[in-house]
């Protein structure tokens, strides 16, 4: 048996293997926006060809962090924003995992903008799921970074004075090679959306738009919306990084108004994923460091042959 | 042994080649057969500014800087020069003469490069020479290596005339040139050292040399290597093989090494862009089944307090390194210190489960280095090393055999894909990862890609299959087994010889110290009984979980204890009093707190003063703080 059997193993894959036998249940409100997220999840898993065992879920901290509580694969719940720079280290660790990480629009553009920017930066090959529900959910409907401005909140009586993130704008020049918005009302382009984020080599931003009745009741719920890759109306061609930045101004100037679009707006299929790069200038094993220490003919260095000479 | 000793200072500017000079200088000395030690005090400055490097050698073994100096090398400081910095800094040419002078001892050496420094700036320096009988060489270095290559190459001039000085052979030096130059460089290096050396035998009587130099010989082969240089190794030699950092110093200089050195070795290394991400990321890589390692200095490290408590409730094994410098905030950054103690002991939230160790000598710290890792991945627990700038830069040799150890690749209780199959960790057909049962604590681990052992690992409070649980009975029963862990650790450290006593065992006073202070006081400790006090030592490598039995047992042999450490607040005797719960009334501090590191002699005299005499010292280098019933 190898070390990592689950890995590449193929099989057909039932969504329902996703789904945790024991409790607990979803602890998410009622009509909650996140349902959709990890039903569409659950549906292109499958699709992909991942089995539970070979998939890393890392979330932040939120009620968008609780999806690995509800997704039965490996998971790792960190701490507020920080799940990117986990789930970087996990797949450079064992690239033959299949890493997503998810979060919420505080955790992901707030407290974990900084590490947003640096993973599409460096483009790593992993999948990176923001709820975005322009509130802060389990803390109770503080604003956040995608809030509209002038949202009145417990902490923002007056209404915020800030312009909201441009999340699209923001990791298509930040350098993610691939860069969509979804929504959870609408699964079925969800589902499509996050298969193709998945077999994509590179770092996958999908501003997931979902909605939070309990404290974001004045928010639209997003429809109607258009997907900009069906759309006549949109001759839109996403491998073009000009027009792709063209319309994410647009639309991003417009989602809190008119019409919503949604659709892969980016995808470089051409740009070399992070691990590549490492790589090719030898800063990355050609093998999965991580089996490495299961191997037990391995065998390692130790530093006395390697550096004494130059203390001697 | 100070009158068979060198001590070299070479000073001049940052950026002038002072630490390689005086690196090779040091390494030619442990060549000979000298045990050497050195010290460096730099600026934080990049180019310029006041800086030197003191390198001791002695035919006896070394533990610290000693008292004082007996030979200084002044070269010019070239960027005190610069017309544009001269509107910042003033006139700084004379510095590395005048700042010297002080520590000097009577009878030393002077050699000052005359090209460039002018003695008719420092004030009274011809009588200072004749009162303290100094022997003054005035060479003009500058012209003589700006004649036969490049200006720069002034320090190696100014070794080739410390050799003709003290009868060093010059081949040792030339030997390590050949190792550690470019063709191109060595040889003018070589022609400048030479001519210096034989200007200097041209010029003036050097037969009887002005300072002794000993003679040595080791019964083993020894390197010459830093604290740094040892934690590196430590980690590569127990299969760490990941490591992300964010500069700072003095924690650069391990990333930096590991940094060089992973690749080669198949393994990674990632410069992020906070501490925060640097500490997410091993715990990533850790969480995969890889050994990981991270670490900062003093603010660094308080942006990993957060990712810190993630490890210690995920279990997930962690190595973080915190390098001391003087805080609080930015601090001294190249100054050394040892205040982040309670830091590294109390950052992060909630009762915390960690390691703490403390390495004292170079030796020490690829030890430590070797057993962070061992504990964090046998124990699923962060460990830290706390060490500080002194030890992390100094230089000093340690038997080759030392480092010629297995290595280990051993990640710990970590099933396998058929012992997962066999389900003794399995419930409701689920991988349990975080099982109630286990004596110390540890209940086994899989990793991603592992056929059979899914698992949810999460920072929230869990029951055994890593659901988010908040029942009291499962809080209770998980974090008993975490508290668990800390009593087996302590019990395994108790076995590791981590903790250092030094001196006559029915010695009547003890003194208590960690870390770096460790080879000074011991220094001290010599002379002290040498002059009739008897005393003791006891260096304390592991801070967490403290070694309780064996600092009480210590104590209650002695009569009274000096507790010395590098901070104003008594970090340390405040653990110890708090672990032990008693023997505050026989625990007075030394403290010391202006970035430079105790000296032996300092430590002589606050615990004559002290302890002795029952007296009050009179200068502000060093404080005393009282026993509690003082
Ligand atoms: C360092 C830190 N700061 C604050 C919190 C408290 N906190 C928990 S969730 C959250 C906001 C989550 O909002 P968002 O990311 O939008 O996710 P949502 O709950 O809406 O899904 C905050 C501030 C925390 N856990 N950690
Ligand atoms: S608070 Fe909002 S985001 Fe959180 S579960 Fe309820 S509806 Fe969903």
Known sequence: MSAFSAIGEEREVDRNEYTPEIEPQPTWCPGCGDFGVLKSLKGALPEVGRTPEETLLVTGIGCSGKLNSYLDSYGFHTIHGRSLPVARAAKLANPDVEVIAAGGDGDGYGIGGNHFMHTARENHDMTYIVFNNEIFGLTKGQTSPTSPKGHKSKTQPHGSAKTPIRPLSLSLTSGASFVARTAAVNPNQAQRILKEAMEHDGFAHIDFLTQCPTWNKDAKQYVPYTDINESEDYDFDPTNRAEAQELMRETEDKLYEGEVLTGVYYRDEERPSYQEEKQQIGEMPDEPLAERYFDDDYEWERSYDRFIDNHK | ?630
């Open chain 2, 1 to 630: 042994m100070s009158a068979d000793e060198l001590i070299w200072r070479i000073a001049g500017g940052s950026g002038d080649g002072i630490a390689s000079t005086s690196q090779n200088f040091a390494k030619a000395l442990m060549r000979s057969g000298l045990h050497v030690f050195t010290h460096r005090h730099y600026p934080s400055r990049i180019r310029g500014g006041h800086t030197y490097v003191e390198v001791r050698a002695s035919a006896d073994p070394v533990k610290s800087r000693g008292d004082g100096y007996n030979f200084l090398l002044a070269l010019g400081d070239s960027f005190a020069r610069n017309p544009q910095e001269e509107a910042y800094y003033g006139n700084e040419e004379a510095k590395p003469l005048a700042e010297n002078l002080d520590e000097l001892r009577e009878g030393g050496v002077i050699v000052y490069d005359s090209g460039l420094l002018d003695p008719s700036e420092v004030p009274n320096f011809d009588e200072r020479v004749e009162e303290n009988n100094w022997h003054v060489y005035d060479i003009d270095l500058r012209s003589l290596a700006r004649e036969q290559g490049r200006e720069v190459m002034r320090n190696t001039a100014g070794v080739g005339v410390t050799c003709a000085i003290t009868g060093i052979p010059l081949e040792a030096i030339e030997e390590l040139m050949r190792d550690a130059m470019p063709e191109k460089i060595l040889e003018p290096n070589v022609e400048i050292m030479e001519t210096a050396y034989d200007l200097v035998h041209e010029e003036y009587d050097v037969d009887a040399p002005d300072v002794s130099v000993p003679t040595g010989d080791h019964d083993e082969d020894q390197l010459l290597m830093s604290g740094s240089d040892a934690i590196a190794y430590g980690a590569i030699d127990e299969g760490c093989r990941f490591i992300a950092g964010y500069p700072m110093t003095p924690w650069t200089e391990v990333f930096t090494i590991m940094s060089q050195n992973l690749p080669e070795l198949g393994g990674i290394s990632e410069q992020v862009e906070d501490e925060i991400a640097a500490a997410a990321l091993a715990i990533g890589a850790s969480h995969m089944g890889v050994k990981a390692m991270s670490g900062s200095s003093g603010g660094g490290f308080a942006l990993m307090g957060e990712p810190l408590g993630l490890a210690e409730m995920t279990e997930t094994p962690l190595v973080l390194i915190e390098a001391m410098r003087a805080g609080p905030s930015t601090g001294m950054p190249t100054k050394p210190e040892q205040a982040d103690l309670e830091h590294v002991l109390y950052t992060s939230q909630g009762d915390s489960q960690r390691v703490v160790l403390a390495p004292g000598t170079v030796a020490e710290a690829y030890e430590a280095s070797r057993r962070a890792f061992q504990l964090a991945y046998e124990y699923q627990i962060p460990t830290m090393i706390i060490y500080d700038q002194k030890l992390s830069g100094e230089l000093t040799n340690v038997p080759a055999s030392h480092f010629d150890r297995e290595p280990n690749g051993d990640i710990g209780m970590t099933l396998t894909e058929e012992e997962l199959a066999d389900q003794p960790h399995t419930a409701d057909g689920k991988f349990h990862r975080f099982q109630h049962d286990g004596e110390d604590g540890v209940s086994p681990r899989s990793v991603p890609g592992q056929k059979g052992g899914r698992f949810l690992a999460t920072g929230n409070e869990h029951n055994p299959a890593g659901h988010i649980e908040e029942d009291p009975d499962n809080r209770v029963a998980q974090m008993n087994r975490r508290q668990r862990k800390l009593d087996a650790i302590r019990a395994d450290l108790d076995d590791d010889g981590l903790l250092i006593e030094y001196g006559p065992e029915d010695a009547e006073y003890g003194i208590l110290t960690f870390g770096s202070q460790q080879g000074t006081v011991e220094e001290a400790v010599d002379r002290l009984n040498e002059n009739g006090t008897s005393v003791k030592a006891l260096t304390v490598a592991e801070l967490a979980p403290y070694p309780v039995e064996t600092v009480r047992a210590f104590l209650d042999s002695v009569e009274e204890a000096l507790v010395v450490e590098m901070n104003a607040s008594a970090q340390f005797r405040g653990l110890t009093q708090k672990e032990l719960g008693t023997h505050g009334e026989l625990l007075s501090s030394l403290l010391k707190y202006n970035g430079n590191p105790f000296e032996p002699a300092e430590i002589v005299e606050g615990f004559t003063t002290k302890i002795v005499d029952d007296g009050e010292l009179p200068g502000n280098e060093t404080k005393f703080v009282p026993a509690a019933g003082d």
